[in-house]
C-alpha cells in the first residue's frame, strides 16, 4: 500500500532542545494530518495541512508541506519530557478514496 | 463525555477461535476505522465505513470481517484465518471521513497463545 515514510524512525533530544521529523509520500494528496501516539495508548491528533497550505502553527508545533517535494515536516520548539512519543504523518492520497493511509512514525525521547 | 471506547484493553485467543473486539462512539460521526499496529509499527488499514450498512475493505482485511448495523457501533472479527492476529487494533472516527480529524479509542491489545 502507499504509506509515507518518516524520517528519522528515532530521536533522542535534551529537554529544551526542538525536535524535527520528517515525511514523505508519493502520489498527490488532498491533506495531510500529524498524530501522536504515547506508549500502549491511542492516537491523538495534532494538526492537519491542506495541499494548498505550506505551513501552519499550533502552540509549539509547526509543519510545513512541500507539494512539489511530497515531503513534510513536524518541528515541536522547547520540547519537554512530556513530548516523548511516537509521531506519526497520514496522507489523504487523492486516489485512495475516504481513508487515511500512516507512516511508520518517529520515536521522539526528550530527556530531562 | 464524548469519544471512543475499545474493548476489551487486553484480550487471550487461543489459535483457532475467533474473537471479536467491540468498538463504540457517541460523537455522532459517520465513518469509522478499524488499523492495526504491530510493535514499533505504523498503522495499517484493516476496514472502513462511511456510513452505517456499508463498509470497505482496506489494505490488510484478509481473515477479519466486520459489520455497520448501528452508526455507533462498528465491531471487529478476528477469525481463525487470520495468520498472524497477535497485534495492537486501533478504532477511529471521523465526522468528515479522511478530509477531517480521525479520534481514536485507547486501542485493544489481542494476544494469540
Known amino acids: 500500500s502507499q504509506q509515507g515514510e518518516e524520517d528519522p524512525q528515532a530521536l533522542s533530544i535534551q529537554e529544551g532542545e526542538n525536535a524535527t521529523m520528517n515525511c514523505s509520500y508519493k502520489?498527490?494528496?488532498?491533506?495531510l494530518q500529524w498524530y501522536r501516539q504515547n506508549s500502549g495508548r491511542g492516537l491523538v491528533h495534532l494538526i492537519l495541512i491542506r495541499s494548498n497550505e505550506r505551513e501552519k502553527h499550533s502552540g509549539r508545533l509547526r509543519v510545513t508541506l512541500d507539494t512539489s517535494k511530497k515531503s513534510s515536516s513536524l518541528l515541536i520548539t522547547a520540547s519537554r519530557a512530556a513530548d516523548t512519543a511516537s509521531y506519526f504523518c497520514?496522507?489523504?492520497?487523492?486516489?485512495?478514496?475516504?481513508?487515511?493511509?500512516f507512516g511508520g512514525g518517529t520515536r521522539v525521547l526528550v530527556k530531562p | 463525555d464524548g469519544g471512543i471506547t475499545q474493548s476489551p484493553k487486553y484480550l487471550f485467543r487461543k489459535e483457532g477461535q475467533n474473537v471479536t473486539l467491540s468498538c463504540e462512539q457517541n460523537?455522532?460521526?459517520?465513518?469509522m476505522y478499524w488499523y492495526r499496529q504491530d510493535p514499533g509499527q505504523g498503522l495499517r488499514l484493516i476496514y472502513y465505513?462511511?456510513?452505517?450498512?456499508?463498509?470497505q475493505k482496506g489494505d490488510i482485511a484478509e481473515g477479519y470481517s466486520v459489520s455497520r448495523e448501528k452508526k455507533e457501533s462498528f465491531p471487529l472479527t478476528v477469525t481463525s484465518a487470520q495468520k498472524n492476529p497477535t497485534a495492537f487494533y486501533l478504532c477511529?472516527?471521523?465526522?468528515?471521513?479522511?478530509?477531517?480529524?480521525?479520534?481514536f479509542g485507547e486501542g485493544s491489545r489481542l494476544t494469540v497463545l
Open positions: 460523537l455522532n460521526h459517520d465513518a
Open positions: 502520489t498527490s494528496i488532498n491533506n
Open positions: 497520514a496522507t489523504d492520497y487523492k486516489a485512495a478514496g475516504n481513508k487515511l493511509t
Open positions: 465505513s462511511q456510513i452505517v450498512n456499508d463498509f
Open positions: 477511529a472516527s471521523s465526522a468528515g471521513g479522511a478530509s477531517g480529524e480521525l479520534f
